[in-house]
């Protein structure tokens, strides 16, 4: 239970003095609330519910179709829907007829479908394990995936004792943010994308989402724990998950 500060205002308040003429006085009004955890939940909550509105652009729109289309082809499944609703329609097909080693494969092969294999053992010769590397690859995504997970900036982190700008703050992924499934967070995005950039490009990554304000970290050069030890495993469903609303399978195992 917390004690809060909610407002702090200065008020005209009326005082008749002795000659019945009035006078005006200032008067501040501290106002205090008890916030509870229970009313903690309720505004957490309500972020979930508070949908961002996206307005893609011509390049988001062609990166949309082809990661949608390369996840289709690899899953099976087909959507009639575009654009972003088109990859939110046959991942959650995926999530609800695959068990999570299956989901984690489809996005891995989708992955290698939508980057040039060629490209990415480039880009793994030329960007072998470095500071400028880390910091290369952080840039890079908040430039060119914003379409995929929403705005995001460069961070600062301590690696090895330095100072590095090698951690993408994400601030309230669209992915999660539009799934509202904390099991397509995990199986179709934060394990899959851990592996293929570890595999494809020769940098570790460790994503850490925020299942409270659907904000998420990646931290390049980071090694990530085991999946069986991964903190975001502990994450219970959202009370409002579209996934577990249709089906009953446990979204992660």
Known sequence: MDLRVIQDTTVILPTMMNNNKMKLRRKNILCVGVLTRSA????????????????DNWFD????????????ATSGWRSKKSGYESLLEVTTMASRNFNHIKQKEVVIQALG???PKPILSLIKALLPQSKFAREYFAAFTTVFFAWLVGPCEVKESEFKGKREKNV?????CRFLEQTNCAGMCIN??????????KDSLGMPVTMVPNFDDMSCEMIF??????SIDDPALKQPCYKLCKTKEKHTTNCFI
């Open 188 to 197: 179709l995005c934060k394990f899959p994308c851990q592996d293929f950039i």
């Open 40 to 55: 903690e939940g309720e505004v957490i909550e309500e972020t979930r519910k508070t949908k961002t509105v996206y307005t």
């Open 113 to 115: 479908r939508a980057f």
């Open 221 to 226: 050069g980071k090694e990530p724990p085991a």
């Open 61 to 72: 729109k062609i990166a949309i179709d082809h990661l949608s289309q390369a996840v289709q």
């Open 168 to 172: 993408v703050q994400i601030h309230k």
